[in-house]
């Protein structure tokens, strides 16, 4: 199996289209967002992993996301994946990581130990808000 990507994002939708195929619907991809109110602060992204497992090859596998601040470990997702060989599938990861400052947490994914995708996600101070008119 194999992670064919990876992005933090708002919300996620499955659509089928003519004959047997189906769409996957990302909307709000993100690599930073203002922090709801001033650090400290805990933030939850949701992470979306798409994977692919090719004809021939083991149906199972184990999905690994660590999410690394500075070096440091500060959260860790583990699940199982069974994807059938030949197809795609997804798993969501939401890591409740949180921020003493604003800064970057990378999501470290991996299968089986295998090659590690790092996706970034900066938080970034809170945007004042617009007086309305």
Known sequence: MEIIAAVFMDDISLREVAGPSTRIDLTGIQFSAAAPQP????????????????PGEGDTAALEVRYLMNGEQVARNLQPLQVEPGKFSYRLVRGEIDFADYGTVEAHCRIDGGHTVVVPFTLLPPTEATPPD
């Open 39 to 54: 650090v400290p602060v805990t933030m939850a992204p949701h992470l979306v992993v798409i994977v692919r497992c090719a």
